[in-house]
């Protein structure tokens, strides 16, 4: 699947060829406040961890992956949007029911980068017809991204423990029907 640019952004899935990006942007320990309490991940993560995980949802026909985001006027990379199925590490993933993520570097926070990207996204994906639910989580702290979440349509579920084989955290549940 292709994803078209945006107003602002383009669109790319990534790889092991997107190791640098990925270490660098999890450097920033207020980037990371929400997701590990602000640790910046290792080289050994990314290779070890991140960058196999990456490869065991990645499904380009369907639109899954980690989709690489960056300024259409400079080719400047700022983040991410990842798409896969929700609870897709466990016995039980939900492929019908896509989970959002989203990381970008902090000096483009707060200029809708991250709301734009999600949303374009995500109608390439109904397009698609590659769900029929949307959903993200996050920590009930992270306002920011829970902001995104009300932008993109999703409505409050329910607060619970996400399972995930790198650690369980209690999160907030946002989803969409389509």
Known sequence: MKIFNSTRLSYQLMDANDFQLLYE??????????INGGK??????????????????????????LWKVTINCSAEFIGWILVR????????????NLELGWRFIKKSWAKGYATE??????QALIKNRS???FSAIAVSDNLASIAI?????????????HKDPLGDMLVEYYSLNV
């Open 85 to 96: 199925p929700m609870d897709f590490f466990s016995n039980q993933p939900q492929l019908e």
């Open 25 to 34: 942007l999890d450097q920033d320990p207020e980037v990371m406040k929400y």
């Open 131 to 133: 769900a029929t639910q």
């Open 40 to 65: 910046p991940t290792t080289k050994e993560d990314i290779e070890e961890v991140f960058l196999p995980r990456i490869d065991a949802y990645t499904n380009s026909p369907k639109g899954w992956g």
């Open 117 to 122: 990207a999600a949303q374009h996204i995500m």
């Open 149 to 161: 979440m009300k932008k993109l349509g999703m409505r409050f579920q329910k607060k619970d423990i």
